[in-house]
């Protein structure tokens, strides 16, 4: 069986025409067969965004559509992509959607266009791959990865994502790459669902897959999800690797936007990549380590200014893995302490129905604590969600702290811990062995300076 190697590029690295041209230059290094997923041009999913926030206020989006159409048409041009070619009724696509009338609940809505980006910029990635001899095929990744119905935020359904990814293997007989959208899935409405379920009792020869399928929505799975995109078609084609294309030579100790000097980690086990992305590590989204580590597909992260440079390798142990130091800084962040109204103990029962209404309302928990009086979470800034909580913890009472950060830091150094935190207010730590975190109040100037 011929290899597979799955190759994701984000938006910085197709931004422009030189960047797509950059790209089809790297893939020519890799002459196996590939699974390539490309994400959304530049700042489009912004501004997708930005037009869907709109679309629910009731204000005009005509210039948006506009601005994003004249950027595709101009990498378009720049490319030599005739203006007849997929991406131009994909963009009519999107247009219509964004102005047939609101039927659905704010995340599902959304769902429908923020695809869109990746659409756009896989027809004009592969019309420029197709010119220049590589012989290449678009699908639509919501083909073959099937999620839940949580909107924003889906899970894959690995059995039947397995079944339908299976079929991606045939394509190769034909061509060499196959380009795909990062980050989007798609889902059977409940009703559907409901509907197989029981004409399969009912009708044992009823095509119940196909009438179940024939009434798929479109789902997200995650901001910066197109990295488990990645690892998703790795998993269930058991390719020979991944690597993930970024404007940094790979996977550093510190963001550089945060944190100056930085290093570079050339190789890191699974287990050390999984906390450095749990915690926060903006170049690795955190669900994309597990299915490579199940099936021990190694994971590089690799330079696309300067390809042929080592970059980071991940595997199920590393060889020459060093406790280096590793900084992560997650800003905009909410500090929210829960205490019962009577003084009683928050024990299990308190915590279970706490549990359940983060997960309903769809908020992470980046950080917590628990004392006998109080239950403390760190949770992503946002004014709606906080506003909802609040209501539903209404037998609790419920206090927040806005605009704290949470800096985690693996294997630290005291001189350097010590030099971070000066002047700054502390309102949470945590230790262990390996790590220590804080919440802490307040700006960072950065990038803070590391001096070891």
């Known amino acids: 069986m011929a290899q597979i190697t799955v190759h994701k590029f984000g938006g910085a690295s ?12 790297i893939l020519d290094l890799f002459p196996e067969n590939k699974i390539v997923i490309v994400s959304a041009m530049g700042k489009t999913t912004n501004a997708l965004e930005n037009i869907h926030q709109k679309r629910f206020e009731g204000n005009d989006f005509e210039k948006d559509l506009q601005e994003i159409f004249e950027f595709h048409f101009n990498i378009a041009k720049e490319l030599e992509v005739d203006t007849d070619s997929d991406w131009v009724f994909v963009f009519d696509e999107l247009t219509q959607i964004c102005k047939r009338e609101i039927n659905a609940s704010f995340d599902e809505e959304y769902d429908c266009i923020i695809g869109y980006g990746e659409y756009l910029s896989t027809a004009i990635v592969n019309a420029y791959f197709n010119q220049n001899k590589l012989s ?39 061509y060499t790459t196959l380009v795909l959208q990062g980050f989007i899935g798609a889902c059977a409405s409940q009703d559907a669902l409901q509907d197989s379920t029981k004409d399969a009792l009912q009708d044992s020869t009823k095509d119940v897959a196909q009438d179940f399928f024939e009434k798929e929505r479109l789902t997200s799975l995650g901001r910066e999800g197109s990295d488990f995109s990645a690892a998703i078609f790795a998993f269930l084609l058991n390719a020979e690797s991944v690597t993930i294309w970024k404007d940094v030579p790979g996977l550093l100790n510190a963001d550089p936007k945060c944190f100056q000097p930085t290093q570079l980690l050339k190789e890191i086990s699974f287990r050390e990549a999984v906390e ?25 992260i690799k330079s696309f200014l300067n390809p042929t440079n080592e970059g980071t390798r991940i595997v199920e142990k590393a ?4 406790e280096v130091a590793s900084y992560i800084l997650k800003q905009n962040q909410t500090l929210v302490s829960i205490s019962t109204k009577d003084f009683s103990f928050v024990v299990e029962d308190n915590l279970t129905f706490i549990f359940k209404t983060f997960a309903n309302l769809g908020i992470h928990v980046h950080m917590m604590e628990n004392s006998a009086l109080n239950f403390s979470v760190c949770i992503q800034s946002d004014p709606n969600k906080l506003k909802a909580l609040i209501e539903q913890l209404s037998d609790f009472h419920v206090r927040y702290n806005d605009n704290v950060s949470i800096l985690t830091i693996r294997h630290p150094k005291p001189m350097v811990m010590q030099q971070l935190l000066q002047y700054k207010e502390v309102l949470l730590e945590q230790r262990n062995r390996t790590t220590v975190r804080f919440v802490i109040r307040g700006k960072w100037n950065l990038p803070e300076p590391i001096k070891e």
């Open 14 to 25: 197709v931004r422009n025409a030189e960047a797509v041209r950059n790209v089809c230059s």
């Open 136 to 174: 290449s095929r678009r699908l639509n990744s919501a083909d073959y990865i099937i999620t839940d119905s949580r909107f924003r935020d889906a899970r894959v359904q690995w059995e039947m994502s397995e079944q339908r990814v299976a079929s991606l293997r045939q394509e190769f007989d034909n």
């Open 276 to 300: 450095l992305a749990y915690f926060g590590a903006s170049v690795i989204h955190p669900r994309t380590i597990k299915p490579l580590q199940n099936k021990n597909i190694p994971l590089f």
């Open 319 to 322: 060889n020459t893995e060093l």
